[in-house]
């Protein structure tokens, strides 16, 4: 694949953030380091940057897909009122793959997992009222 300046910038910006931004978050915050990139140039690169495992789509909510450059096995919580994602800390849940597998007769090549309710913001904010 050809190098491109502009896919470099969207990496690096995933890979410098937690905050799991849309295409158009990216967009807003590479626009300056790129002047002369559209958003259908960004929606493309998220694309193949996502089909070459570069990075992660995260789809299973209401709203917007968010990009996350973090790679590395790890779960999302999302916020139910505010529509935060956020990395949750915790141990790995891989052992699901043999419980989904032992009544299973194809094979279980890994799983996806979002917890949802809360964030902190939010529950906290809602304590206060």
Known sequence: MKYSK???????????????????????NILSENPNISLGTVYRN??????????????????????DGNNAPHYHFVCRECGAVLDLEMDSLSHINLLAA????GTIEGHTAHFYGKCPHCASHNLES
């Not at 502009?6 to 807003?28: D, F, G």
């Not at 032992?102 to 007769?105: A, L, P, S």
């Open 6 to 28: 502009q896919r470099e910038s969207i990496l690096k910006y995933l890979r410098s953030t937690k905050c799991h931004p849309t295409a158009e978050t990216v967009y807003q």
């Open 46 to 67: 998220l694309t193949l940057l996502t089909e070459l495992g570069e990075i992660s789509k995260i789809t299973d909510f209401e709203g917007p897909d968010r990009f």
């Open 102 to 105: 032992h009544n299973f007769n």
